[in-house]
Structures are given as structure tokens and as C-alpha cells.
């Protein structure tokens, strides 16, 4: 019996499990080989470097500065247009290297070698892509000179550059722990003495400016820039502050003439100089007087009351924050002229810090004598009315706040005195039902009063030094006995009741503007 043997062929799914795996290894080996590839070509662009940083050192050790490109140049396109690197770099290099995959037709170009100077041409650094992948992303590898590690790429998530004029910038981080609460554009006092600063900036330090963490231009007002050291004492306006999170700012210095990349038609007025600004003070503000001056003395807001001197002040001596002004408990006092902004105000803030001195004594019927201390020294007040707007005097035992309230006269002593021979720092406020003391940031006094309006009185003008009253003795010598004997710095009025937590902020930045923030990191270049 003949047995026929049954021949079966590969079915369907055979042949596709079959193809599967002959694709599989195909693509295995490709990508091996294209990964082989990839390897190699990323170690030409390392050796590529290698070949033109050596290069840079040979030229630097002749001509002592790099070849100075100021915005990121492609290599590949510099040699393609003889550009600057390319002719400079001439006699350094037979041929510049080019990424293994660089297309001229492609724009931007993702493969090719990126370079730029910073300062003057005495720091570069020169960025590449690999085409290995670390984390699903392309790495980015920096070659730069000594200094030039912290030139600004843009790529890698730094805060954007404000304006390509300005040539440098450092971090500049706010303490938490020197605030109180949440505060919102809040003025902040910054001392920062920076040998980087001495060295940039401009001599006048106009060309300082400060950003957000974002990019975004802050107000700024600079009360002292000594270039010599790098002193800086400037009032930065800072958007909102935290007592829970550190805040970040950036200082920017060294600005050029040159028109910047980033640069709006408003900055090319007067190229390399920043106009001092009266912003950092908002509309709240009805004056801010640092009383640095040496002459008239000017107002930091928006209305401009200016003050003038009479019977010589002393002026220019050394203060609180930086400047300030000596009174000699006799007769001289600052006239701030007769300003309607002082009437019909629903609120108020007065903050002055006050040094005061011992009495002053003159000489009645020849003899020497005190001024009778009873009568109080006038800090500030209206000349000829007592009832006026609003007064502080100051007395052994107390300090004396007067206000009119809707034509009423209601007063507030302090629980204690000012500390002689110390620096005070005063606050009183109004918040439409009190009247309220800070001394040193802390609150040392309260009264409960009549809601109303502080209203103006019939005093011919403001004044800073004394509040006016006369006695008289028998010799028929005349005395101004509430006038203020010591210093006064920092005189702050804001028609709106500022909060604890401002108080305390403020009096804890002021006496120590230095303590409240720390520079971070290096410097970075553009």
C-alpha cells in the first residue's frame, strides 16, 4: 500500500511573524549603524572644538582679546559670508571645522557651532548640540573661556535678558525672614558695595537697573553710587514680597551706547543713561524727602514740594540711610511751602527717623541757660497754628501727635519717649477711626477717635525742624522753644494708613538695607 506523504505550506501568520522578525533585525541593525553614526559624528564635533578653541588661545596670547561678535554668530555662516571670525581667525586656523550635519538651507540651523564674545572680547564661549540624547533631549555642550562661563545663551531656561545694551547682570535674592506678612509695591532700600559695579558701571551708576524674576523693569531711584568703591544705595520698587518665599531681582550694569537687541524706541533718547523716576513712590505718596541734599531740598514724588533751609541748617551730615540734616534747637527750620495735598485726607502715615540731641542752651539776662523742655521740640508742624493739619513734638516723658479731624483737635502721646543720642524710627498714622504711634517698628500707642477728614488749619506753611512758638524773657530775648534739637533723615508722608506689616518692614530694611538681601551667583554676561 503506497503511502502518500501530505506536503503543507507556511500559513498566513507564519509568514507574518517570519517577516516581523527579518524587519526587526533590519531596523536593529540600522539603527546600530546610525547610532554608530551619530557617535562618530559627535566626537568629530568634539575634536572640531578641541581644534578651534586651541586656536582662540593662540590669538588671545597675540592680540590679548578674542574676536568680539557681541550676538551668537554660526560659525559655519561666519565663513560662508567672511565674517568677523572668519578674517580674524585667519592665521589661526587653515580651515574652521563644520558640524558633520550643518545645511546652509536650513534655517534656523539646528546642527552648527555657535559663538559669541562678552566684555570687550576678554571672555567668549562657543555652544553645540550632540545628537545623543539625555532624556529625549539633545544635549547642549559649552566651551568657553576663563570668565566666560556665565555668558547668557538663552536656551536652557534662564530669566530672559532684559535689553542687549546692558552688558551684565547679577542675581540678587530678598531675605523672607526681613519681611512681615505680604506686602505689594513696596519701596525696598538695597546697600550692595560690588567691586563689579565699581569696575561696569558708569561713574554716575544711571545706567543700574533692576528686573523681576521674569524679565520685567522695576523702578528704581538711587539715592548714593559711590564709583570709587561700588557703593550703592538705592530704593528698588518690588511688585509683591513674601515672608514665606525668598524673592529674586536682578541688577543690571554696564550699558553701552550701542542700540541693544531687545532695545524699545524709548531707550534710544539718551543711550547709556537711565532718568531718574519718580514711580518707585506711588500716587499714596504725598512726599518723600531723603534729605540728603546740600541746598534746596527736593522731593522724591510725583509733587515735587520742596523744602528751603533757613538760619543754616547743617546739611550733608552723615545719617541714617545715607545724608541728613542737623537742627541746632534754636531757630532753624526747613519751609515746605503752603501744599493743598495736606487737606482733605482720609488717612495718613508720617515715618521720619529722629536723632535727638540734648537741649540747647542760650545765654538770658548773661547767663546760660536750658531751654524750658516743658514746651516740647517740634519735629514737624505748621507755622503759627497749632491746630492744623498735623504736628508731632516730641518731650521728655512722651512723644505728642496732633491732628484735625473735621475741625476737631484730638492728640496721642506715645508710651514712651524718643531714646536721646540714638536713631529713632517714628511712625504715625491715622486709619480713620485711630490715631496710632510706631516707635522702632513696633506699635507705642493707640487712641480710638471720631471718624472724619484731616483737614488744613491757617498755618502759612509746612515745616520740618520745630514747630513755631515764641517765648519771651525779660532781657526781651525771644526763643523758638519747639524747636528741634539733633538729626532728621528719611521723611516719608502718605496719605493712606500703612499696615503693621509695612512698619515693621520698613524699619527693619532701613536699619539695615544691607542685611535684607545677598548677590547670588556669579556675574553673567551678555
Not at 101 to 106: A, H, P, R, V
Not at 365 to 391: S, T
Not at 489 to 513: F, H, R
Amino acid at each position: 500500500m503506497n503511502l502518500k506523504k501530505e506536503q503543507r505550506g507556511f500559513s498566513l501568520l507564519e509568514i507574518l511573524i517570519y517577516v516581523f522578525i527579518v524587519l526587526f533585525l533590519v531596523y536593529a541593525v540600522f539603527l546600530y549603524y546610525q547610532g554608530e553614526l551619530a557617535r562618530k559624528r559627535d566626537n568629530e564635533r568634539i575634536q572640531d572644538i578641541n581644534v578651534i578653541t586651541e586656536a582662540l588661545a593662540k590669538y588671545y596670547g597675540n592680540c590679548q582679546k578674542y574676536p568680539e561678535i557681541s550676538e551668537w554668530e554660526c560659525l559655519e555662516q561666519d565663513v560662508r559670508e567672511e565674517g568677523v571670525f572668519s578674517k580674524e581667525m585667519k592665521d589661526y586656523l587653515a580651515e574652521i571645522p563644520s558640524d558633520p550635519l550643518f545645511k546652509t538651507e536650513k534655517q534656523p540651523y539646528s546642527f552648527c557651532y555657535r559663538y559669541k564674545s562678552a566684555d570687550g572680547g576678554q571672555e567668549y564661549k562657543i555652544y553645540y548640540q550632540l545628537e545623543k540624547k539625555m532624556k529625549k533631549q539633545r544635549q547642549i555642550i559649552e566651551v568657553y573661556s576663563s570668565g566666560g562661563k556665565n555668558i547668557f545663551i538663552g536656551l536652557k531656561g534662564e530669566v530672559p535678558w532684559y535689553d542687549s545694551s546692558w552688558k551684565f547682570r547679577k542675581k540678587i535674592k530678598i531675605d523672607s525672614q526681613k519681611i512681615s506678612g505680604e506686602l505689594n509695591n513696596f519701596p525696598l532700600l538695597l546697600s550692595i558695595k560690588d567691586k563689579e559695579l565699581k569696575n561696569r558701571a558708569k561713574e554716575d551708576g544711571q545706567d543700574i537697573i533692576f528686573t523681576d524674576s521674569t524679565g520685567k523693569k522695576l523702578e528704581r531711584e538711587i539715592e548714593n553710587y559711590a564709583s570709587t568703591t561700588g557703593e550703592l544705595l538705592v530704593w528698588v520698587k518690588i511688585p509683591r514680597l513674601s515672608s514665606q518665599i525668598d524673592s529674586e531681582i536682578y541688577i543690571y550694569y554696564g550699558r553701552s551706547a550701542e542700540r541693544g537687541k531687545f532695545a524699545s524706541e524709548s531707550e534710544l533718547n539718551f543711550p547709556g543713561i537711565e532718568k531718574e523716576k519718580k514711580g518707585v513712590w506711588d500716587e499714596n505718596f504725598l512726599m518723600v524727602s531723603h534729605l540728603d541734599e546740600k541746598s534746596t531740598t527736593s522731593d522724591s514724588t510725583i509733587n515735587q514740594l520742596t523744602g528751603i533751609s533757613y538760619n543754616n541748617v547743617k546739611q550733608g551730615i552723615e545719617g541714617k540711610i545715607f545724608n541728613a540734616y542737623e537742627f541746632d534747637g534754636e531757630d532753624d527750620y526747613l519751609n515746605f511751602g503752603n501744599s493743598s495735598l495736606f487737606s482733605s485726607l482720609e488717612g495718613l502715615t508720617i515715618s521720619v527717623w529722629v536723632f535727638p540731641k540734648e537741649a540747647a542752651k542760650i545765654k538770658i539776662d548773661g547767663e546760660e541757660r536750658e531751654i524750658d523742655a516743658e514746651d516740647g521740640r517740634g519735629i514737624l508742624g505748621w507755622e503759627e497754628d497749632r491746630r492744623d493739619a498735623f504736628q508731632i513734638l516730641t518731650y521728655k516723658d512722651y512723644i505728642l501727635l496732633t491732628v484735625n479731624i473735621s475741625g476737631g483737635t484730638y492728640e496721642l502721646k506715645s508710651a514712651s519717649p524718643l531714646i536721646g543720642n540714638e536713631w529713632n524710627y517714628l511712625t504715625a498714622v491715622y486709619d480713620g477711626e485711630n490715631l496710632i504711634f510706631y516707635l522702632n517698628g513696633k506699635e507705642n500707642g493707640r487712641k480710638k477717635i471720631t471718624k472724619g477728614i484731616i483737614e488744613r488749619g491757617e498755618g502759612e506753611f509746612f515745616e520740618l525742624g520745630r514747630y513755631y512758638g515764641k517765648s519771651w524773657y525779660s532781657d526781651g530775648t525771644v526763643v523758638k522753644t519747639f524747636s528741634f534739637k539733633g538729626l532728621i533723615d528719611e521723611l516719608q508722608i502718605s496719605k493712606i494708613a500703612k499696615t503693621p506689616n509695612w512698619i515693621e518692614t520698613s524699619y527693619q530694611n532701613q536699619k539695615e538695607p544691607f542685611d535684607s538681601i545677598e548677590i547670588i551667583g556669579a556675574e553673567e554676561l551678555y
